[in-house]
């Protein structure tokens, strides 16, 4: 079985974790939260508390196919901590798909994998990124798959689960959720 760790630091954006994680167990994918501070307990952007499955530190020596970053003003915790970077680096260097949305971007660049590669983030923070950065819903370049913000994070999360399986998982699971680019999400009768 395929499996995701998903960082979430104090702040982090509800949607952008809870529908990645959602999708992705959807697929059959194993799943680890891991909350950044010492207490299983991580309280979101919109004060959503979360209980991880583990602690960042307890699991920060194992591998995973999948590395999911959220955004949200969080992210600054762990552009701070010196061993979320080098875990994030160990990672990319390891041939492992690393996911980053909104903000999270930040993260990749602060570890140096950006260089080069094709992204894409939440336009707060496009002034810190490198000039490749491109104005659209989700970005794959390799193993580096970055997404523009809460918005995005269902077709973020089918295209992880579609790296991470095929696009045969990422279209069922699409299915069941009724999901559509182009569903029309409402109608108005006057």
Avoid: W
Wanted: aromatic content about 4%; charged content about 20%.
């Amino acid at each position: 079985m395929k499996s995701a760790l998903i960082i979430l630091p104090e702040g982090f954006e509800e949607i952008e974790a809870l529908c990645v994680v959602d999708i992705l167990r959807r697929g059959n994918i194993e799943c680890t939260i891991a909350a950044h501070h010492d207490n299983k307990f991580v309280t979101g952007k919109t004060c959503i508390q979360v209980v991880a499955d583990e602690l960042f530190r307890e699991v920060a020596k194992r591998t995973f196919d999948l590395l999911v970053i959220p955004g949200g003003p969080g992210i600054r915790h762990l552009r701070n901590d010196q061993a979320v970077v080098d875990y994030v680096t160990r990672h990319a260097s390891s041939g492992g798909i690393i996911g980053a949305i909104c903000a999270a971007p930040t993260l990749l660049q602060d570890a140096g994998i950006l260089k080069g590669i094709r992204h894409t983030a939440h336009f707060s923070v496009a002034s810190e990124l490198p000039d490749l950065i491109e104005d659209t819903a989700v970005v794959r370049d390799g193993n580096i798959i970055t997404s523009r913000g809460a918005g995005t994070a269902i077709p973020f999360g089918l295209r992880l689960l579609s790296a991470l399986t095929d696009e045969e998982t990422a279209n069922s699971v699409s299915d069941s959720i009724c999901y559509s680019p182009t569903l029309e999400t409402s109608a108005v009768r006057k």
